[in-house]
């Protein structure tokens, strides 16, 4: 039972969880709304299953490898929750990061066939390979990780987009309605994931900065210092804020005062919150407890799909 729990963390379950919320809660609360009525192909619900599935394993995979190489750092940053080669032994983690790729390809050929979607396997695959550079290099560099891993985040909303549209812009951009709005509603949540992302890889590198100090990193707090990536991660914040409210203004005239209230009380606000709170942080503890409440406005965030499920 223990190593099955052991296995469980260094998967990152809950994120696991977060992002097939994530991908069900786009399909069927924006793209199934938008083309309600309109005929699905026999394919559509295989397809989603095994793109799911395929997003799951790779970033599983990307978790584990992640803790295969950072384990030193980790033993200075987070001692109490150290799992490799504490309880599960270095072999079995290659082996399980190994696995759950190749699974995660698999799903990947599976759910996209060559002749239509090659583009987008060969981003998952890539995707494989740059969370395998990520941990051994690019996430000890400045700024590079952790563009990657918000790019990364919003790949989870777009690869179902593109599995549905193909990569033409004429037809994305298209005249029709349907297509216009499934368009606007991607970008929307695509880079709303893309910019809280990248938000809080500034901020667990505030966290971290003692470990990765010791084990020769160039993150943004070593090579720039605490007070610039403050100021860096409160320009991205005051970004995604303005935006969030720019839309509220744009929804309003059509009558959707419970989304807008959503998103006031339980975006905007805590954003806000953290905004103000960022520059009285001082240890890893605070910025730890910041991490986590972007994290869960990440999670009330892509909870507000569930809207367009009643107003589409």
């Given at each position: 039972?223990?190593?099955?729990?052991?296995?469980?963390?260094?998967?990152?379950?809950?994120?696991?969880?977060?992002?097939?919320?994530?991908?069900?809660?786009?399909?069927?609360?924006?793209?199934?709304?938008?083309?309600?009525?309109?005929?699905?192909?026999?394919?559509?619900?295989?397809?989603?299953?095994?793109?799911?599935?395929?997003?799951?394993?790779?970033?599983?995979?990307?978790?584990?490898?992640?803790?295969?190489?950072?384990?030193?750092?980790?033993?200075v940053?987070?001692?109490?929750?150290?799992?490799?080669?504490?309880?599960?032994?270095?072999?079995?983690?290659?082996?399980?990061?190994?696995?759950?790729?190749?699974?995660?390809?698999?799903?990947?050929?599976?759910?996209?066939?060559?002749?239509?979607y090659?583009?987008?396997?060969l981003a998952?695959?890539?995707?494989?390979?740059?969370?395998?550079?990520?941990s051994t290099?690019?996430?000890?560099?400045l700024?590079?990780?952790?563009?990657?891993?918000?790019?990364?985040?919003?790949?989870?909303?777009?690869i179902?987009?593109?599995?549905?549209?193909?990569?033409?812009?004429?037809?994305?951009?298209?005249?029709?309605?349907?297509?216009?709005?499934?368009?606007?509603?991607?970008?929307?949540?695509?880079?709303?994931?893309?910019?809280?992302?990248?938000?809080?890889?500034?901020?667990?590198?505030m966290?971290?900065?003692?470990?990765?100090?010791?084990?020769?990193?160039?993150?943004?707090?070593?090579?720039?210092?605490?007070?610039?990536?403050?100021?860096?991660?409160?320009?991205?914040?005051?970004?995604?804020i303005?935006?969030?409210?720019?839309?509220?203004?744009?929804?309003?005239?059509?009558?959707?005062?419970?989304?807008?209230?959503?998103?006031i009380?339980?975006?905007?606000?805590p954003?806000?919150w953290?905004?103000?709170?960022l520059?009285?942080?001082?240890?890893?503890?605070d910025?730890?407890?910041?991490?986590?409440?972007?994290k869960?406005?990440?999670?009330?965030?892509i909870?507000?799909?569930v809207?367009?499920?009643?107003y589409?």
């Open positions: 039972m223990k190593l099955i729990t052991a296995f469980f963390r260094l998967v990152r379950w809950p994120n696991l969880v977060f992002i097939v919320l994530t991908q069900m809660l786009f399909e069927y609360c924006i793209y199934k709304r938008i083309y309600t009525g309109e005929a699905s192909q026999p394919d559509d619900t295989r397809q989603f299953i095994f793109l799911v599935i395929a997003s799951v394993m790779i970033a599983a995979a990307g978790y584990i490898i992640n803790d295969y190489f950072d384990l030193n750092i980790d033993q940053n987070k001692p109490g929750k150290v799992v490799v080669n504490v309880i599960i032994n270095r072999r079995w983690v290659i082996f399980w990061h190994m696995f759950l790729s190749l699974l995660g390809l698999f799903f990947s050929f599976a759910a996209l066939p060559l002749n239509n090659w583009h987008l396997v998952n695959l890539a995707s494989i390979i740059l969370l395998w550079f990520y290099n690019f996430k000890k560099q700024l590079i990780g952790n563009i990657l891993i918000s790019l990364l985040t919003a790949w989870v909303i777009m179902l987009f593109l599995s549905k549209q193909p990569l033409q812009l004429d037809h994305i951009l298209a005249v029709k309605t349907n297509e216009v709005r499934f368009f606007r509603l991607t970008i929307v949540y695509a880079a709303f994931a893309f910019i809280i992302s990248l938000v809080r890889e500034v901020i667990k590198d966290e971290d900065v003692e470990g990765d100090r010791r084990y020769g990193c160039r993150t943004m707090p070593i090579v720039w210092g605490i007070n610039a990536s403050k100021v860096y991660a409160a320009v991205w914040l005051i970004v995604l303005a935006s969030l409210l720019v839309l509220q203004f744009y929804v309003l005239p059509f009558g959707w005062w419970l989304s807008v209230l959503y998103c009380v339980l975006i905007i606000a954003l806000v953290i905004l103000l709170k520059f009285k942080a001082n240890s890893a503890k910025f730890h407890t910041l991490s986590t409440i972007v869960l406005v990440m999670m009330t965030g909870l507000s799909m809207f367009f499920g009643f589409l």
